[in-house]
């Protein structure tokens, strides 16, 4: 790939920003820090900072004023940049979840707590293109859903599950486990035959696929043009009923005993939790349950996070933000009459699910290049891959299905 396209593909990772006194304080802030912290941080001259061992996983930094220059000029999205403009790397022998782990533990405390008062100067909001309105979210799901089909299919399982799989042992398939955590999703949810099931958020038809073969009367709904034709193409391959329409939650009509949603309140948005939450309750039939599955962090996280802008929202899903279980809770009720009644953790269960994409999507390398992705995308998946098992591996984030009833008809 030239310059050019990659310029045009990559504004932000062909250039090298500008800001020698920021890259200085970076490299002085980050010298202390990773002394803390069990990995080698190895340099071309044979430097190494870190209190990691021999044997401690490796990080190597391949080009030092360019790795600095990203992380002194915007630190929450400078070091994930860096790495997909190849400024630093694994060493020989290290994987790079492995590597992140570490880190992932430290996360709140990582910077120095002096420094944690300048986060307001340096916490940058979520841009207004990226709010999630209707036309909004449209463009967000877009960025993200729509990529591809045949790159999705080339890392996820026959399933076509893109969420947390839940795991009876580690040694069970993926394509099980997948099934296993709809199953877990529609029992929550109380779907037998007979049930109008809501499912918010079709994905690629799995779960609603798996309530039409209990007998249950399935609506699905998505915004992504590109999941909706593959989905009708699997509904009609295992000969059943979905009714699948292209529209947003907020859009939705009628009445339902069933309302269902995997892994999609990350794309609603903060201010709008209150009109999904909401939207729900108006859907759900008198006696009804509602089961979502839920990416969530702590309450004290979510708070110092919420409105930041970082290497996630620019990269992989515009607009997210991932919600606290408190956080839940009292939008519920503020807003609806319904209560959390259950949930389940499922967070180990998703650092094994990513690990193994990761995997799948390394294998499947020289095919979804042959689809026109190049190798600056190869590093940002791989990053986003194994950003996220690790962030889930040492409980940073973790995700939850959460079942939801009005507690006075329960």
């Known amino acids: 790939m030239t310059q050019q396209l990659t310029s045009a593909r990559w504004p932000g990772i062909a250039r090298t920003p500008r800001t020698p006194m920021k890259a ?9 820090t990773v002394n803390r ?14 209190a990691g061992g021999p044997d401690s996983p490796e990080m190597r930094i391949v080009r030092p004023k360019a790795f600095f220059a990203r992380l002194g000029a915007d630190t929450k999205i400078g070091f994930g940049e860096a790495y997909m403009a190849g400024d630093w790397t694994v060493g020989h022998g290290t994987d790079l979840a492995d590597l992140l782990r570490p880190f992932a533990e430290r996360m709140a405390t990582i910077v120095p707590v002096p420094l ?17 309105s209707v036309t909004g979210s449209k463009k967000n799901i877009e960025a993200h859903y729509d990529l591809s089909n045949d790159l999705f299919a080339q890392f996820l399982d026959p399933s076509m599950s893109y969420s947390a799989a839940w795991f009876e042992s580690p040694e069970q398939d993926l ?21 109008r099931v809501l499912e918010i958020g079709s994905g690629w038809g799995a779960l609603a696929i798996r309530a039409a073969q209990r007998g249950a009367e399935v609506t699905t709904i998505t915004i992504s043009t590109e999941q909706a034709a ?11 009923d979905v009714d699948l329409q292209l529209v947003d939650y907020r859009e939705v009509t009628g009445e339902y005993d069933a309302i269902v949603s995997v892994e999609m ?5 903060e201010e709008y939790w209150p009109t999904y939450f909401a939207t729900i309750d108006k859907l759900l039939a008198p006696g009804g349950k509602v089961s979502i599955q839920a990416i969530t962090m702590d309450h004290h996280r979510y708070l110092a996070t919420r409105n930041s802008y970082g290497w996630i929202q620019k990269y992989i899903f515009p607009g997210g933000l991932i919600p606290s279980l408190d956080a839940i809770d009292q939008t519920l009720a503020e807003h609806t009459t319904l209560a959390v009644t259950d949930s389940r953790s499922l967070g180990q269960d998703y650092a094994h699910t990513l690990r193994q994409w990761r995997e799948r999507f390394d294998a499947g390398w020289d095919a979804i290049n042959a689809q026109g992705f190049d190798e600056t995308f190869r590093r940002m998946w791989e990053f986003y891959l194994a950003y996220c098992e690790a962030g889930f591996g040492v409980g940073y984030i973790d995700v939850f299905q959460i079942q939801m009833t009005r507690p006075t008809e329960a």
Do not use: M, Y
């Open 37 to 50: 912290v069990p990995v080698r941080l190895t340099f071309a001259d044979g430097t190494t900072w870190g």
């Open 175 to 195: 394509e099980a486990a997948q099934l296993r955590k709809i199953d877990g999703i529609l029992d929550q949810a109380g779907v037998t035959a007979g049930s």
């Open 116 to 132: 944690q008062r300048f986060r307001a100067f340096v916490d940058k909001k979520l841009p207004h293109h990226q709010r999630n």
């Open 265 to 269: 309140i990350e794309a609603v948005g």
């Open 24 to 32: 200085r304080a970076a490299q002085a802030i980050l010298r202390p």
């Open 230 to 240: 593959l989905a009708r193409e699997r509904f009609a391959e295992a000969g059943v």
